[in-house]
């Protein structure tokens, strides 16, 4: 018998005896699933078949955001007093809403029946940190109501959610939320801060067919989730209106947006 040797020497006959032997030995190396398939609504039951789909938005359209540093380059201070992107200064300087967030979840059904658990929230950090005193960018107050509303409050350890905003009832302690096939489920999420600062994640726990998953729930727009309480002073405080032109005050207290528990 002829073998037919490679310039590196190595005999063709032997490359295929190691692929077989390989074979039998359940080592042939299959190909690594591609990460950028596992997009929102991926289980991790079952990553190639998303069970639903589940999209956030931020419903903040009035009240107050603090950034952790005072405003100071010409082209921030032009995006506010000019009316630019506001959002866009917002998401530079690692902006939180103050006192509350309100957050907009979207449930839509997949091919099967399934059942949501728990919504968990993951702080970033064990503890609050300080409020955020740099800038303070507040609207005159404004909201709506959502068809399913929740509670959490971020200056607690371990934040879950309630069923009200003075409440301490957990909602998923006895409630569950079902989505069939096709269906649409809106929900409101608040997030109330008072002492400090927090930023945190979101992951949805669900049972499908008597099978455990989870799924991560992205920040909107590529920004975060966060949420801050207020400061007694601010570097620098605007006021303006979503979308509009800011102005900034002599004040630096947030007194016109402060709770009428704390007062000036």
Same mark, same amino acid.
């Given at each position: ?6 310039? $590196?020497?190595? !005999? ?12 039998? *030995?359940? *080592?042939?190396g299959?190909?690594?699933?591609d !990460? ?24 903040n ?7 952790p540093r005072?405003?100071?380059? =010409?082209?921030?201070?032009?995006? /506010? ?6 959002? %866009? ?11 509350e967030?309100n ?9 099967? @029946?399934l059942?949501?658990?728990a ?5 970033? @950090? =064990?503890?609050p %940190?300080? &409020?955020? $005193?740099?800038?303070l ?16 409050? *971020?200056?607690? =350890?371990?934040?879950?959610?309630l ?9 998923f ?14 929900l409101?999420?608040t ?10 994640? *979101?992951?949805?726990r ?13 920040? !909107? #727009? ?13 570097? $620098? ?10 102005? #900034?005050?002599?004040?630096?207290? =947030?007194? &016109?947006? /402060?709770p %009428?528990?704390?007062?000036?």
């Open positions: 018998m002829r073998v037919l040797w490679l310039g $590196a020497g190595i !005999p063709v006959i032997g490359a295929v005896l190691t692929a077989i032997a390989l074979q039998l *030995l359940g *080592l042939g299959e190909s690594e699933p !990460p950028a398939s596992a997009g929102v609504g991926a289980s991790s039951a079952s990553p190639s078949a998303p069970p639903f789909v589940v999209t956030a938005r931020q419903e359209e009035a009240g107050c955001t603090a950034l005072k405003v100071s380059s =010409p082209e921030d201070r032009a995006e /506010l007093v000019t009316g630019g992107d506001v959002n %866009a200064v917002i998401q530079r300087h690692q902006g939180a809403r103050v006192g967030m957050l907009g979840l979207t449930f839509e059904g997949g091919p099967s @029946s059942t949501i658990t919504i968990e929230i993951k702080p970033n @950090s =064990p503890r %940190a300080e &409020p955020f $005193a740099g800038t960018l507040c609207e005159p107050n404004a909201g709506g109501e959502a068809k399913i509303q929740l509670f959490a409050d *971020l200056d607690s =350890p371990e934040p879950v959610f069923t009200g905003k003075n409440s301490t009832q957990k909602y302690k006895e409630k569950a939320i079902t989505l069939a096939p096709g269906e649409q489920v809106n409101s999420a997030f109330l801060a008072e002492k400090g600062s927090r930023d945190f994640g *979101l992951l949805i669900y049972v499908r067919n008597g099978k455990d998953g989870t799924v991560p729930v992205p920040a !909107p #727009r590529g920004g975060r989730y966060a949420v801050t309480g207020f400061a007694d002073r601010y570097g $620098a405080v605007y006021e303006g209106s979503a979308g509009g032109v800011y102005r #900034r005050l002599e004040d630096p207290r =947030p007194c &016109p947006w /402060l %009428a528990s704390r007062g000036c």
